[in-house]
């Protein structure tokens, strides 16, 4: 498993912003999907966004469309979530994520079996 680490969590008024950081050195070769998840107590874990490497697409859950927006520095290796006007709702643990894709055309899925997952970081948003 390849190491990944979250970074950028905390506490947060609605409405204000956080960026999540995600150290992905370890991905230095190949085509990956990474991801971003969150899971708040009580509920089951749910994708949050998709970046596919190489294409740099991107897709995103319903609840944060528009609002957050995933992306990638190639030279750091490191994988961002901005998340802007965060609402209470969104207090919840994020995990970075990633797992290897098989060729360049193929799709990424938050369902994937394979992923490799980071520890997570704390996102608390209070009204």
């Known amino acids: 498993q390849v ?3 979250e970074s950028g969590g ?3 008024q609605a409405g ?10 370890g991905y230095t070769s ?3 999907c990474m991801a971003w998840f969150r899971q708040a ?3 089951e874990r749910e994708g949050v966004a998709l970046f596919r490497t190489g294409v740099d ?7 944060v469309k528009g609002r957050f927006t995933i992306s990638r520095d190639n030279d750091k290796k490191t994988l961002y979530l901005q998340m802007d006007r965060l609402k ?5 643990k ?22 490799d997952w980071g520890q997570g970081t704390q996102v608390t948003v209070s009204s």
């Open 57 to 63: 697409d991107t897709a995103y859950a319903d609840s």
């Open 88 to 92: 209470p709702e969104d207090t919840a």
């Open 16 to 25: 204000k912003s956080l960026r999540l950081s995600c150290d992905a050195s």
């Open 94 to 115: 994020y995990f970075c994520a990633a797992y290897p894709r098989t060729n360049y055309y193929q799709s990424c899925i938050f369902t994937a079996p394979n992923y």
């Open 3 to 5: 190491p990944l680490v």
């Open 10 to 12: 905390g506490s947060v």
């Open 30 to 32: 190949g085509i990956y």
């Open 41 to 43: 107590p009580l509920k």
